[in-house]
């Protein structure tokens, strides 16, 4: 890279070889990153830890490329693909199936996702400090060169310019542009982010800029900013210092007032006349919610709160997920939970639906073979399954066939369906604190064990299954509680009310 700066020099901004909008510019940023990848593979790394290793290693990797130039789609893609790869697979460039959608796993996690960043978003916020910089920056050299080349403020960096402008800008500088200037997903993110605090007034335009709240006049009194003599006028100028006070001159021609346009005129003077120039202040910018200013991680959270989806569904899916990721259980069997509640565990049913398994019969319970397997019957209806839960609920007291005889069991077809089943039969005997310590629990114990007779063709042993399930279950409060909980073993297997009950 070189900066050059001379006036006389027609390249200001930062300079690489090659054509930055092209895939082969990128390629060996893209080779880096799958290089670094590979170097795990084989390392039986969980999900969580490989989402971590996303987070801090991967993203660092492109955050030279991605802070000077705008991503085009195709490489983004190859982006997401290489993290895709990584998350679901061994590392390995073949490609592998993924169970749960991208835009999911970049959510939040309280928001039913992994927290893997987005990396479109992280390029335009790593991207926006230009702009942020080169509104305020006025000293820097860098932005004297650019404001030569291509005017200042706001107004230079937000207001739509004609293609045939944007065509004498550099790529760099047509970036910034893009980036800053035009809306994404349907929001003027940037420039709206924006809000200006009145200072002496010479750097917001009266009509176009947000200096008096969220909102310019210009949208606030379309009809007069029609007629008015100088939309482009500076708030400065648009008053004058008359004995002393201040009376605001924002030139619409006093004939054309009438009707409607001197309804809006009244309101305008009455918004205005409490606020006037202090000449003693600069004017300011202001970051959205500005708390500690702008800065990329800012500028990530507006994009996404502008634009991630809330795909979790119900609150009750919500909650559960909430006390999930709290509960007092392994990380690799919190990320079994999420992908059960989510749906996404390779039941043969849902291997069926994605082609893997061929033919309908391949689709059913290996416990039972006598229907389909989907969670709802794997972990709950499975006349195998149920024995199971019978001696979970008698361990909390609760008899487990008086409740399948109240309730609906047909429609219980989901993750979200069992867990609400359990959520309304556990109710009152365990803490809600350790409701998803005991589902989680239950739940991958079954799922082991199907494991273990499907690819291990070992025996389903109920009592085997239930000793286990105990013995675990004091493992992880006596491990994980890390002490908080001082947990006898044989009243545990007793009596777990005593430590987890009401
Ligand atoms: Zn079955």
Redesign the pocket.
Known sequence: MKLVGSLSDQVVEPCFAGNHRRRLFWSMMLAKMEKRLSGWRGKHLSLRGKVTLLNSVINNLPIFLLSFFKAPKCVLEDIIKIQRNFLWGDGGGSRKMCWVSWDKICLRTEEGGLGVKNVEWFNLSLMSKWGWRFLNDKHAIWFNLLQFRYDSGLQSLCDVVSKSVLSNYSLWWRDIRLVCGTPFGGHDWFCDSISCKLGRGNSFLAWKHCWLGNISLKLLFPRLFEVCSFPNALVINCGLWENEGWSWKVGVDSTLLVGELLEDWKELTEILKDVKPCMNEVDKLIWWRDVEGFSVRNAFKRLYSLNAVNHIGSDFRRCELKRLWKAIIPCKVKLFGWRWILGALPTRKELWHRGVILGVEGS????????E?FVG??FL?????KTIWKEVFSWFGVDFDDLLGFSDIDAIVTGEDVLLFLSNSLDGRVKSSFFAFIWSLVCWSIWNARNNLVFKHSIWNVVEIFLIIKSIGWDWISILSKGSININRDLWFANPTNFIGL
């Open positions: 059913f319970c290996p416990l039972c073979e006598l229907e397997e019957h794997l209806k499975c006349c195998k399954v």
